[in-house]
């Protein structure tokens, strides 16, 4: 038979040691979990400041061009849709306050699309227009389109997100060499 080894007490110094080894090693991992949660936290306060603002079912209130030739003006969104004129079913413009940037996604009639393809033309459904905020004051963005084409001369927008009210103006030379300006304002609803 084998020979028990005898059970021998730990003194007061080996208790005290192996107390003092849990609390550091206790100690270590409340600090890797705070480490870890302060890079949480800034994760997550970075997404609170990020904000999305979309306005949309946005219709003409009042549009003056310079020639005269089409003035456009309806009480509603509803009223605008059935005008066999406008060749949208919808228009919206979306804040992005992360990019600073805020898009104009206007979605266009099916009526439309065939027309333009009886014509040989090919659109897209959604055509995006992209504009950066040059400007931010009290509850007004005020944005420039980073992409004026062969056409603008300059296409700017204010978005009052506090009345949902759009306000365009934009300047645009077709060929002709005369200069075509054009004023809009638009009433939309704030998606939710």
């Given at each position: 038979?084998?020979?028990?080894?005898?059970?021998k007490?730990?003194?007061?110094?080996?208790?005290l040691?192996?107390?003092?080894?849990?609390?550091?090693?206790?100690?270590?991992?409340?600090?890797?979990?705070q480490?870890?949660?302060?890079?949480?936290?800034?994760?997550?306060?970075?997404?609170?400041?990020?904000?999305?603002?979309?306005?949309?079912?946005?219709?003409?209130?009042?549009?003056?061009?310079?020639?005269?030739?089409?003035?456009?003006?309806?009480k509603?969104?509803?009223?605008?849709?059935?005008?066999?004129?406008?060749?949208?079913?919808?228009?919206l413009y979306?804040?992005?306050?992360?990019?600073?940037?805020?898009?104009?996604?206007?979605?266009?009639?099916?009526?439309?699309?065939k027309?333009?393809?009886?014509?040989?033309?090919?659109?897209?459904?959604?055509?995006k227009?992209?504009?950066?905020?040059?400007?931010?004051g009290g509850?007004?963005?005020?944005?420039?389109?980073?992409d004026?084409?062969?056409?603008?001369?300059?296409?700017?927008?204010?978005?009052?997100?506090?009345?949902?009210?759009?306000?365009?103006?934009?300047?645009?030379d077709?060929g002709?060499?005369n200069?075509?300006?054009?004023a809009?304002?638009?009433?939309?609803?704030?998606?939710?």
């Open positions: 038979m084998e020979k028990k080894k005898k059970y007490p730990k003194g007061p110094i080996q208790i040691a192996a107390i003092g080894l849990v609390i550091a090693i206790l100690w270590t991992a409340k600090g890797l979990f480490f870890g949660s302060a890079g949480y936290k800034e994760v997550t306060s970075s997404k609170s400041n990020y904000k999305i603002i979309t306005l949309t079912k946005c219709y003409i209130t009042d549009l003056q061009e310079t020639n005269g030739k089409e003035v456009y003006s309806y509603n969104w509803k009223e605008q849709t059935l005008d066999k004129r406008i060749e949208y079913e919808n228009k979306t804040l992005d306050t992360v990019t600073e940037v805020i898009t104009q996604t206007t979605v266009f009639k099916d009526t439309h699309l027309r333009m393809r009886e014509n040989n033309l090919f659109l897209k459904k959604h055509s227009v992209i504009f950066k905020i040059v400007d931010l509850n007004v963005a005020t944005a420039e389109d980073t004026l084409g062969k056409w603008f001369k300059k296409n700017t927008i204010d978005v009052d997100f506090k009345t949902n009210q759009v306000y365009r103006y934009s300047e645009a077709f002709s060499g200069l075509f300006k054009t809009t304002t638009e009433q939309c609803q704030r998606q939710k």
